[in-house]
């Protein structure tokens, strides 16, 4: 082998792994997929052709879209979560495709204005069953996608809903059938999905550091106090003195990323050999997850998780962002529950369609299904189309 020959990945699926001949397959039954793709390939390609999923360029991560053309949006974030848990996929031997697509789809459910926005509409829908994202992301795969002749939604594996709905209350979960089980019989979802959970941790820890310094929010001096990022600053310091700012912050996040990847490939590798899980079902069975950190990385990134939230989640300029978001979403939710006739037909007749069907909590469903679907522009322009008497 030649000395800069790369090392072939392993491509075998281990044991623990999803594997396609043993899914608890899709809740309407699909003849297999042609040749050329298998069935979890099958759910991402639906995913990245929905509609959800297009309009996740124009929602917020942190920063609202119109703010800046260089910040994560939930699309770039979505991608990067993806990309993160494919690579592990690699080193553990777990499903790429079903894994990606469980990435990929994990915010479908976002409300415009990021977590400022889902708060505002929970706080709406209170009295009417409240709403969570996670729930809502699996209600646009299972219900408010539109594409197909013979059902509702995107009609995906067992496997891939599993892993979307990452958390649930309880008195939910008992009305969701098979995926809302685990969370009554507390057990894991399968190792794809612990993954793509602790993925997206990775992702928003990692590029809110990169994104808050970017919009000028924090320093790398402040950043300092933070045990993962000064290790790596210390690094790149002594290695390339008189780096240019850009490239010195870029440098240390992907070492950060590198770090805590690894560490979690190891500290994984070591919980599977102590395990030994015979197959998926055992990892389910399992009382508590698999996939995960060492304790001192688990520490580390805390530690960064607290920061970003008092420095830039809490910082004046987002505080004040999210104030104008929140009041934008409850003063939506607002009008179109108090006057359905506001709402485009297709939602009005949702609407009187759920109210007929569960009574009021109906009707405040589908005006949340469509405050949920807006994208952050669109949501400005439809509140200064009801409140602004200048805006036809
Ligand atoms: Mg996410």
Known sequence: MPPHAFTPRPVELAPYACHESRSRGRRHPEPPPAGHRGEYQRDRDRIVHSTAFRRLVYKTQVFVNHEGDLYRTRLTHSLEVAQIARSVCGALGLNESLCEAICLAHDLGHTP???????????????????????????????????????????????????????????????????????????????????????????????????????????????????????????????????????????????????????LIDTTRGRLAAALPTDVEAVRAGGAALVGFSDRIAADHLEAKRFLRERVYRHFRVVRMTTKAQRVVRELFNSYFGDIRLLPDEHREAARRLEERDGIDGRARAVADYIAGMTDRYAILEHSRLYDPRVP
């Open 113 to 263: 204005f990021g977590h400022a926005g889902q708060d505002a509409l929970n706080e709406c829908m209170r009295d009417y069953g409240g709403f969570e994202h996670n729930l809502q992301s699996l209600r646009v795969v299972d219900e408010l996608e539109e594409r197909y002749a013979e059902f509702a939604g995107l009609n995906l594996t067992f496997e891939c809903r599993e892993g979307i709905l990452k958390h649930c209350s309880l008195k939910n979960a008992a009305t969701l059938g098979d995926v809302g089980e685990r969370f009554i019989r507390r057990q894991q979802p399968s190792l794809e999905a612990q993954l793509a959970n602790v993925a997206d941790e990775i992702a928003y820890n990692n590029h809110d550091v990169d994104d808050g310094l970017r919009a000028g929010l924090v320093t790398t001096k402040e950043l300092r106090t933070v045990a993962l990022f000064a290790r790596h600053h210390d690094v790149v310091e002594a290695r390339y003195p008189g780096i240019s700012e850009r490239r010195l912050i870029h440098e240390v996040v992907r070492r950060m990323i590198n770090e805590v990847v690894n560490d």
